[in-house]
């Protein structure tokens, strides 16, 4: 269960790459704009006052978030993203951080692409540090008994689904689509007794504590810290840098048609 509360914990850092991704976006004017996984809302909202005149469509696959992003007076909707299908009228989609958990979700861009009107605009960020030592430790403690019977079918190699940003590039060009391709890794300066282990609690360890009881949860987590804290040992000021790579796509639908 996503707990957004736990998630905007580093609400900041977590909102700076949403923010890099929008910037070159280049839609002037848009009819409707799409949020697919909006999580809290937080950031639809910032979708609301770049495009005031657009319709504002937002959804997101856990009822928590979507009761959160109500509660922040967007009109979002609890859904499968990978059931959706464009309106007519829509110029903008935009997913942060949420493609990553589909699988299949190379399909849905190219299915996206092709059912967007031409001069529309598809932004998308994911994560892209599955192999870090934060993922690593996670996956190491989660092979082991009493864990490793109740978290077995986890994807804990999600990484495998989230490619390059040249594999995206050519994915959308070959889809008829002008693209702009690139990933950061943010040096996220964190402080408090364990933040590693407090921004993947809001995260990564979502699907553990859905299969693991209270007791078993708390065990897994006093487990993860001393592993986390020689991955991430803090500075002398008490700091903890926490290196986060993150992949973007921005594709104009049938920019590149125009462009030959």
């Known amino acids: 269960m996503w707990d957004p509360n736990v998630y905007l914990a580093f609400a900041d850092q977590r909102s700076r790459p949403f923010y890099d991704l929008?910037?070159?976006?280049?839609?002037?004017?848009a009819r409707r704009v799409v949020d697919?996984?909006?999580?809290?809302g937080h950031l639809t909202r910032y979708l609301a006052r770049r495009w005031p005149a657009a319709t504002i469509e937002a959804l997101d696959s856990s009822?928590?978030?979507?009761?959160?992003?109500?509660?922040?007076?967007?009109?979002?909707?609890?859904?499968?993203?990978r059931s959706w299908k464009p309106k007519p009228d829509t110029d903008v989609v935009i997913s942060n951080a949420a493609l990553h958990w589909v699988?299949?979700?190379?399909?849905?861009?190219?299915?996206?692409?092709?059912?967007?009107?031409?001069?529309?605009?598809?932004?998308?960020?994911?994560?892209?540090?599955f192999e870090t030592p934060s993922h690593a430790v996670v996956r190491t403690l989660a092979r082991r008994e009493p864990y490793a019977t109740a978290l077995r079918d986890i994807p804990f190699r999600v990484g495998a689904v989230v490619r390059s940003p040249t594999y995206y590039a050519n994915?959308?060009?070959?889809?008829?689509?002008?693209?702009?391709?690139?990933?950061?890794?943010?040096?996220?300066?964190?402080?408090?007794?364990?933040?590693?282990?407090?921004w993947i609690t809001g995260t990564a360890l979502v699907p553990v504590r859905e299969r693991l009881d209270d007791a078993?949860?708390?065990?897994?987590?006093?487990?993860?810290?001393?592993?986390?804290?020689?991955?991430?040992?803090?500075?002398?000021?008490?700091?903890?840098i926490f290196p986060f790579r993150r992949l973007f796509v921005v594709a104009e639908v049938g920019g590149a048609r125009r462009g030959s």
């Open 63 to 81: 009822p928590e978030m979507v009761a959160a992003a109500r509660e922040r007076g967007i009109d979002a909707t609890t859904a499968d993203l």
């Open 216 to 240: 078993n949860w708390e065990q897994f987590r006093h487990e993860l810290i001393p592993l986390l804290d020689d991955a991430y040992p803090p500075r002398a000021d008490g700091t903890t």
């Open 22 to 29: 929008l910037s070159r976006v280049g839609a002037e004017r």
């Open 103 to 129: 699988p299949e979700h190379s399909d849905l861009l190219v299915r996206w692409a092709g059912e967007l009107p031409a001069g529309s605009w598809i932004g998308v960020q994911v994560p892209g540090n």
């Open 36 to 40: 697919l996984g909006c999580g809290p």
């Open 171 to 198: 994915l959308l060009m070959d889809a008829g689509c002008k693209v702009d391709a690139w990933e950061t890794t943010y040096l996220h300066q964190l402080t408090g007794e364990h933040p590693v282990l407090d």
